[in-house]
């Protein structure tokens, strides 16, 4: 399943290319049909860098986002780039080497790209509870209370070993918590929430102490986004 979905994902921009492009689709010659390359950016920051203090420090988002984020963008525009060029030359082997970056790189674009608008400043009226009613619905529905969530959703993101994400996802209605490795990126379901639990995320402010960490990303949850996301609105999905 995670092979399929792992190629699946390498061959996203090409099933994309021939559904968006008729002559692509219905064009059929004895070489491969040229493969549209497509350029991944960095997406602004949706606040200040000093806007998540002091639960995030200055220095993790600037580092986080300009150098981090950044690198994932760079590396998955080459491999893309690299792949459109492998299937010109209809170079298989090439193909398949390269569908590891794509994974990695594309899924650290995809999860980052969803994280910054999944928190906000602790000032603003997005961080409070009271800014996802039908989230918080569904939460104390499923769960009997926010606590008992939020306790759930601590267990699972102190649990993850090594570096990986935490999220909640919206599945068929209901409230599902889950754990990707290193940049796994969720692929069923809708993504309410995520938090970044690899060390780059919090080491040069709370060193070992995930604990603190955790405690400081409720002070910034963006609430107002996960309502958005609840209610099936796309907020921070990289658009191919
Ligand atoms: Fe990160």
Redesign the pocket.
């Known amino acids: 399943m995670q092979l399929l979905s792992s190629l699946l994902f390498a061959q996203l921009p090409s099933l994309i290319a021939n559904l968006t492009s008729p002559t692509a689709a219905s064009t059929v010659t004895a070489t491969a049909p040229a493969m549209a390359t497509h350029t991944f950016t960095l997406p602004p920051l949706p606040y200040e860098y000093n806007a998540l203090e002091p639960h995030i420090s200055e220095q993790i988002m600037k580092l986080?986002h300009d150098k981090?984020?950044q690198a994932y963008v760079t590396n998955l525009n080459a491999a893309t780039a690299s792949q459109s060029e492998a299937f010109k030359n209809n170079d298989v082997k090439a193909e398949i080497a390269l569908q590891s970056a794509i994974k990695f790189h594309g899924g650290?674009h995809i999860?980052?790209s969803l994280?910054w608008p999944s928190l906000c400043p602790s000032s603003s009226p997005c961080s409070s509870p009271s800014s996802a009613p039908s989230f918080v619905a569904a939460i104390e529905s499923q769960y009997g209370s926010l606590d008992t969530f939020k306790d759930a959703y601590n267990k699972l993101l102190m649990g993850i070993q090594g570096s990986g994400w935490g999220w909640i996802v919206k599945r068929n209605g209901r409230i599902e918590m889950e754990v990707t490795k290193d940049q796994d990126p969720i692929t069923t379901g809708e993504v309410v929430l995520g938090v970044?639990m690899?060390e780059?995320?919090y080491y040069l402010q709370y060193w070992n102490d995930k604990a603190a960490y955790i405690k400081g990303v409720w002070e910034v949850i963006n609430w107002e986004t996960a309502e958005k996301r609840w209610g099936g609105k796309k907020v921070g999905d990289v658009r191919v």
Do not use: L, S, V, Y
């Open positions: 986080h981090h984020h650290g999860n980052h994280f970044d690899w780059h995320a």
